[in-house]
C-alpha cells in the first residue's frame, strides 16, 4: 500500500463512481470496455500449456467463476465486451522464429522444441489449447481480439476497434495477472486509456506474489485496482 490520499477523478454527466483503489473510480458505460485476457484453455485448464509447463492452475476455477460475474455485470452496464485469444499459427510463423526474442523467451514454444511431441499443439490456432473455456463464449455484438504477443495492441487492430467506439476506459480481467494482463495494461495506459484492474477475476502465471506485485504497481502506478464484487454492486444498483 501506498499512503497517498484519494483523490476526485474528473466526473462527466450519467457516470457512476466504481468503489475502487487508491481512489474511486468514475465508470461511463458507453465509453468503457471489459478486456477479458486469454481465458482459454492453455492457461486455464488442466493439461493446458501452462499445467504442462508445470505452473500453479490451483485458483484458476474461481477466477473463472469471477470472469463469468465480471462478463454479466457488463453486459447489464452496457459496457462492450472484448476477448483476448493469444497463439499462433500451427507453423508457428507469427511466433517470429530465431530472429524474435519471442521465440526464446516463450514458455510455449520452448516446451515444444523440448518436447517434440507437442510440436503444433500449444497455443495453436484451431486446436483446443487455443480455445476460450467452456464458460467463456463471446456474443454477438462483443469483440474478439487474436494477438501473437504479450500485449494485446501490439500487432493487432485493438486501439483503432476502441477509438472507433469513444472508448476510454478499461476494465481488465483475465490470465496471466503478471504477464498478458500487466502488459497490455501497461500498453492502455502509455496509449491515453484508463486502466481499472479486476484483481480477484486475475489468474498469475507463477507464484502468488507475481499477482500482488503486479496489483501493486497498477494501483500505485498504471491505473486503478477493484474486484468483482464492486463492479457487481454498482451492476445491481
Given at each position: ?13 450519467g ?5 475502487a483503489?487508491?481512489e474511486s473510480f468514475p465508470?461511463?458505460?458507453a465509453?468503457t ?26 485458483g ?10 465480471v462478463?454479466?455485470c ?9 476477448w483476448?485469444?493469444?497463439g ?21 514454444l520452448?516446451?515444444?522444441?523440448e ?10 490456432k484451431?486446436?483446443w489449447?487455443?480455445?476460450?473455456v ?6 454477438p ?12 495492441f501490439?500487432?493487432t ?10 472508448i476510454?476506459?478499461l ?11 500487466e502488459?497490455t495494461?501497461?500498453e492502455?495506459?502509455?496509449r491515453e ?25 497498477v494501483r500505485?502506478?498504471f ?14 444498483a
Amino acid at each position: 500500500m501506498t499512503d497517498r490520499a484519494p483523490q476526485d477523478l474528473p466526473r462527466s454527466p450519467g457516470d457512476r463512481l466504481l468503489p475502487a483503489e487508491p481512489e474511486s473510480f468514475p465508470l461511463l458505460p458507453a465509453r468503457t470496455a471489459l478486456i477479458v485476457v486469454d481465458m482459454q484453455n492453455a492457461y486455464a485448464s488442466r493439461e493446458g500449456y501452462l499445467d504442462k509447463a508445470g505452473f500453479d492452475l490451483s485458483g484458476t476455477r474461481s477466477v473463472i467463476g469471477n470472469v463469468q460475474k465480471v462478463v454479466a455485470c457488463a453486459r447489464l452496464l452496457g459496457i462492450t465486451v472484448v476477448w483476448f485469444q493469444n497463439g499462433w499459427d500451427p507453423e508457428g510463423i507469427e511466433a517470429g522464429g530465431p530472429g524474435s526474442p519471442n521465440y526464446w523467451k516463450s514458455n510455449a514454444l520452448r516446451l515444444m522444441r523440448e518436447r517434440p511431441a507437442l510440436e503444433g499443439t500449444l497455443l495453436a490456432k484451431g486446436g483446443w489449447d487455443y480455445a476460450l473455456v467452456p464458460e467463456m463464449q463471446p456474443a454477438p455484438g462483443d469483440l474478439l481480439i487474436q494477438k501473437p504477443r504479450y500485449g494485446g495492441f501490439n500487432g493487432t487492430p485493438l486501439e483503432m476497434m476502441l477509438r472507433a467506439r469513444g472508448i476510454r476506459d478499461l476494465l481488465f480481467c483475465g490470465v496471466a495477472t503478471n504477464v498478458c494482463v500487466e502488459s497490455t495494461l501497461r500498453e492502455a495506459f502509455h496509449r491515453e486509456f484508463w486502466p481499472v484492474l479486476v484483481e480477484d477475476a486475475c489468474w498469475q502465471g507463477g507464484p502468488r506474489h507475481v499477482h500482488d506485485a503486479t496489483v501493486f504497481n497498477v494501483r500505485t502506478f498504471f491505473g486503478w485496482v477493484t474486484t468483482t464484487a464492486a463492479l457487481s454492486d454498482l451492476a445491481a444498483a
